[in-house]
């Protein structure tokens, strides 16, 4: 974190200074998505501006080390509650190289990643309500972990369970997007959620580098990009609904994590290289907990494919021209995706009937 800190400094921060900067405007009423000179391009939602007050209020350079130390902390306490020690360690390293080229950048990804981590641990513990704000803050910075509210539906449960914790996480999102209101007026507010869903409505068209940009620039897909979209959640939902009474098991859960965690980036059309920290968090814990040679065999594909090949070790025009361009780094994410949703199912149809695990926390 420190050396990251030192490496890049103000100098070149990433995403800090424009964080800064619509923290400024939104104490100011202005409108956040305006691209000016030093500050544009920002797509969170309003509430971000606000929560990011922490890190905006601090001197510069104290604000950056600090986001970078949230945005390591997380994910890698996530990860230690979630798995043993040594297995603990062994994804640690896998998304090192990851995690450091997010804190480059001052970006929010390995803190989604966490979040999502932290979602699916608290549901485990039955701490819904916790649950329902680490997943609104990640729905509030990237919208794509709205998905972790699977993590509060995946085990067997009544209906009315169901109901109180769909509520809870309307609730927690609601109570987390209105935040702005204790600095801005409700109309100023009400201008900037629009502003937000206009920047949103005008990025949507966008491929990313993901499976939309695979499809596009490999296979001259033209058409929009929800109808694959839905096909990535249908996919991912259906064994969750189809093999409930299998969600009882600890192990059943876990891959339900893993797939999420990987499906969120490359079904994205806003993904890009520093995005699939989160990805290789899924891939990694994957691996990690069911093992096996294809398994790791896949995980060090990923590794190579997605996270040396971003670092100067390959050079720059290779990394814009070829494997930004042609959106390489999703495949082989898709293909353990593919093989995370094949053990879900084998999984399932093997365990729907046994009784719930002891646990799979550390």
Known sequence: MLLVTLQKGLTHPGNF????????RLMHGENLYLNTPGCFGYLYSPAFAFLFAPFALLPPLVG?????????AVPAL???????????????????????????????????????????????????????????????????????GVFALVAPQPLG?????????????????????????PS??????????TTTTTTSVLRGESVLGMLGTWFAY?????????????????????????ARAAEFRRLVLCSVLVFVVIFNHQAESPSYVIATTG??????????????????????????VATSLVPWHYRHDVL??????????????????????????RDRRTEPAAGLLA
Not at 188 to 197: C, E, M
């Open 161 to 185: 369970a169901v109901l109180k914790r769909i509520a809870l996480f309307v609730g927690a999102g609601t109570l987390l997007a209105l935040t702005p209101l204790i600095v801005s007026t």
């Open 222 to 246: 033209d058409g929009p990009n929800w109808p694959v979209q839905l096909a990535g959640l249908v996919i991912l939902m259906a064994p969750v609904i189809a093999l409930r009474d299998a």
């Open 324 to 349: 930004r361009a042609y959106s390489v780094q999703a495949l082989p994410c898709l293909i353990c995706w593919l093989g995370i949703q094949m053990d879900i199912w084998r999984m399932g149809l």
């Open 17 to 24: 200074l424009l964080f800064r900067c619509t923290f400024d």
């Open 188 to 197: 100023t507010v009400a201008a900037q959620y629009h502003a937000w869903l």
């Open 64 to 72: 950056l080390f600090c986001w970078n130390a949230v945005n390591a």
């Open 78 to 148: 996530a990860i230690s509650r979630l798995l043993d020690p040594r297995r603990a360690r062994l994804v640690l390293v896998f998304i090192y190289l990851d995690v450091v080229r997010s804190m480059q950048n001052s970006q929010s990804n390995a803190l989604v990643a966490g979040l999502l981590l932290l979602t699916f641990l608290a549901c485990e513990h039955e701490v819904i309500v916790g649950a329902a704000f680490a997943t609104g803050l990640g729905t509030l910075i990237k919208i794509f972990p709205a998905a972790g």
């Open 283 to 308: 891939i990694g814990i994957w691996a990690v907990s069911l093992g096996e040679r294809w398994r790791v065999a896949l995980a060090i594909l990923t590794l190579v494919l997605v996270s040396l």
